[in-house]
């Protein structure tokens, strides 16, 4: 593949405009579901069953769409997920402008959205891996996660006017978000996967076999440990944000705004990456975001919530460049056949450590003083400091010209 700059990688290019689009059209309806739920039943509970119903598949699914992503056609698996997407969600539009929306399908199509997020995402990173030549694969994953970061902190706002303008509109523009994702995966020439033989061994041995390459990797294996532990921070402290805020006297808007700092600094700090990328080593680069987390111990000090979000931006800058070296090795190294079951597994870690982090911080913050509970936090940052700073897989992490060799 010749290492043409990601601006004029045709088929880059067209995979971040149909992924915007679709990104957006995910966030906009990340708010108009619940307000959808509370005008039908006027619940609170009821819209956190479809909030939850939205965010299962997620753990139900990821890890047979990594198998699915191995075995076939990786575009034709993420069309399918893109089409079920647009007939559920525009279903649920057509329901509404019809005037025949029950709550029993709201959940429903929340669902089914969220499965095909789950087989979309887990597929995608193959296509990326097809599209990208390996040493360009940090600055792609740092241009996602500038990309993912914007639509979240637009996304949200722009769902609740459209709900405001028609409660149909915000579902309608999310179908059709959808449909532009596929016309860009036909447009893309790139195979989303080398050539290769049909694997006709049990489900259970081509599982085996991704947890294998995983766990007998050094990087990998601890990359997906370490960052996994940082999945349980980041998410707690943001609840804590909100709890705190209100309990120190914020208004609903004035706690959003704090949570969308974080967004907006994401969003800067994806645009810093290049910058951090050239001027630091690798090692340093990897290690930047977790020597930010202990920040949060600030708060012990001076326990006032905009010192907690102060040292929560910090990292908000530097988890892009983190990420898109962790995020980039991963993809690399690991061989193509393998890549859907290896991004499963790794994902499914954070999917089962990052809802721990606002349980465990609702329940000290509840039962303990502040303090206290943010000072958990703050311990586990310190131990992801240590780890990664005497991690031998770490310090021999190699460098951006060393990822062609990892190709097979």
Not at 21 to 42: C, F, H, R, W
Not at 181 to 187: C, P
Request: a positive charge.
């Amino acid at each position: 593949m010749t290492a043409v700059p990601l601006r004029r990688n045709r088929d880059f290019l067209l995979f971040q405009a149909g992924q915007l689009l679709s990104d957006a059209g995910t966030q906009s309806t990340s708010i108009a579901y619940p307000l959808l739920v509370l005008a039908v039943t006027g619940s609170a509970a009821k819209a956190g069953v479809v909030a939850f119903a939205r965010t299962l598949p997620w753990l139900l699914f990821t890890l047979p769409a990594g198998v699915a992503a191995d075995r076939w056609d990786r575009r034709r698996l993420m069309i399918a997920a893109d089409g079920v997407r647009v007939l559920a969600v525009g279903g649920l539009a057509a329901a509404i402008l019809l005037h025949r929306a029950g709550f029993w399908a709201i959940p429903l199509v929340a669902f089914v959205e969220g499965a095909g997020a789950a087989v979309f995402t887990t597929a995608q990173f193959g296509a990326l891996r097809a599209v990208v030549p390996a040493p360009q694969l940090p600055a792609a994953v740092s241009a996602q996660v500038g990309r993912q970061a914007a639509v979240r902190v637009a996304g949200p706002s722009v769902g609740g006017a459209l709900f405001g303008l028609a409660q149909a509109l915000p579902f309608l523009v999310d179908a059709v978000s959808y449909a532009c994702s596929t016309v860009s995966l036909l447009a893309m020439r790139t195979p989303f996967q080398q050539p290769r033989e049909p694997d006709r061994s049990p489900l259970r041995e081509r599982f085996a076999e991704g947890v294998r390459f995983l766990w007998g990797h050094r990087f990998l294996r601890t990359g997906a440990l370490l960052f996994g532990l940082a999945n349980f921070i980041g998410p707690g402290l943001v609840l804590a944000v909100v709890v705190l805020g209100s309990r120190q006297g914020l208004s609903g808007g004035e706690v959003g705004v704090l949570v969308g700092a974080f967004g907006a600094c994401l969003l800067l700090g994806s645009l810093l990456s290049p910058l951090v990328r050239r001027r630091l080593p690798v090692r340093a680069v990897l290690l930047l975001e977790l020597w930010t987390w202990p920040g949060c111990a600030l708060f012990l000090v001076w326990p006032d919530v905009y010192v907690l979000t102060a040292g929560m931006l910090v990292t908000a800058l530097a988890i892009p460049s983190t990420d898109s070296v962790v995020h980039g090795y991963r993809i690399a190294m690991t061989p193509d056949r393998l890549l859907g079951r290896v991004e499963s597994i790794w994902r499914t870690i954070s999917l089962l450590i990052a809802p721990l982090g606002p349980l465990v911080a609702g329940v000290l913050l509840d039962a303990v003083p502040a303090r206290a509970a943010i000072g958990l936090f703050a311990a586990a940052g310190l131990v992801l400091v240590v780890w990664g700073s005497l991690s031998p897989s770490i310090r021999a992490a190699p460098s951006l010209g060393e990822l062609d060799s990892h190709r097979g």
